[in-house]
């Protein structure tokens, strides 16, 4: 069975400050897709980035960078000088092959970031 | 590209009717799509899992007879509640995962808003 833990339930920061928001996964597959979500107050999943299993090079993309370690299973992802509109909750996901062709996802509890001007 | 409507985006109805939700993949085709179901503050449960022009695959817990899907065409998956009761009441949100080899790909409509009367 597939669990993705996201420790930190809520985080306030104050405007510019940076913040990293926690994952753990949990699989026993060798192949796996890891994902960062946002979901603001509307409900409409965004999609921020995507890293799957054989590639554990970190990189920066704008003000998001993460940080993929298979070694502790974790896929913490960053928010550099964060803003107000980045307030919102986050999820982590996992996603593995379920079978007939087709994936399913496995999302954290996510975490809900405060960002205060 | 890869854009999943819903409708509607909202819904009220009284206990003891049923209310259908559509979930359309716009520009692609899409051989699964996925139902979640979120509660207030809490992550997403994935319902069932349907695969065009067979039955849906419920997760454990999810009461098939309650939650009707109908996955008719490679664009479109239905569900409708029946019988909805107060605590039905809930954020229902699908995703499409297109039918190319990147299957682990999954795109989120905008979600569905159930209040049950």
């Known amino acids: 069975a597939q669990k993705v833990t996201q420790a930190q339930t809520e985080i306030s920061v104050v405007e510019k400050e940076d913040v990293t928001l926690d994952c753990v996964y949990e699989?026993?597959?060798?192949?796996?897709?890891l994902f960062w979500y946002k979901q603001p107050p509307s409900g409409e999943l965004v999609f921020l980035i995507r890293?799957?299993?054989?590639?554990?090079q970190n990189e920066i993309s704008g003000r998001y960078s993460w940080n993929f370690q298979k070694s502790t299973s974790s896929f913490n992802f960053t928010i550099t000088a964060s803003q107000v509109v980045d307030s919102a909750v986050y999820f982590c996901?996992?996603?593995?092959?379920?079978?007939?062709?087709?994936?399913?996802?496995?999302f954290g509890k996510g975490t809900k970031l405060s960002v205060i001007p | 590209g890869a854009v999943v409507s819903q409708h509607p985006s909202r819904v009220i109805c009284k206990s003891g009717t049923s209310v259908k939700i559509e979930c359309r993949s716009l520009?692609?085709?899409?051989?699964?799509m996925f139902w979640y179901r979120q509660f207030p503050k809490q992550s997403l449960m994935l319902m069932a899992t349907?695969?065009?022009?067979?039955?849906?695959?419920?997760e454990q817990g999810v009461e098939k007879d309650k939650f009707l899907i109908n996955h008719a065409s490679l664009t479109l998956s239905t569900l409708t509640v029946t019988s909805a009761h107060p605590e039905d009441s809930s954020f229902y949100i699908c995703?499409?995962?297109?039918?190319?080899?990147?299957?682990?790909?999954?795109?989120f409509g905008p979600g569905t808003r159930l209040t049950v009367t």
């Open positions: 995703s499409a995962n297109p039918s190319t080899s990147r299957s682990y790909e999954q795109y």
């Open positions: 699989t026993r597959d060798t192949t796996y897709y």
């Open positions: 890293r799957n299993s054989f590639d554990e």
């Open positions: 996901a996992l996603s593995v092959y379920s079978g007939a062709g087709s994936y399913q996802l496995t």
């Open positions: 520009d692609f085709q899409a051989t699964t």
């Open positions: 349907s695969n065009e022009g067979s039955k849906a695959t419920y």
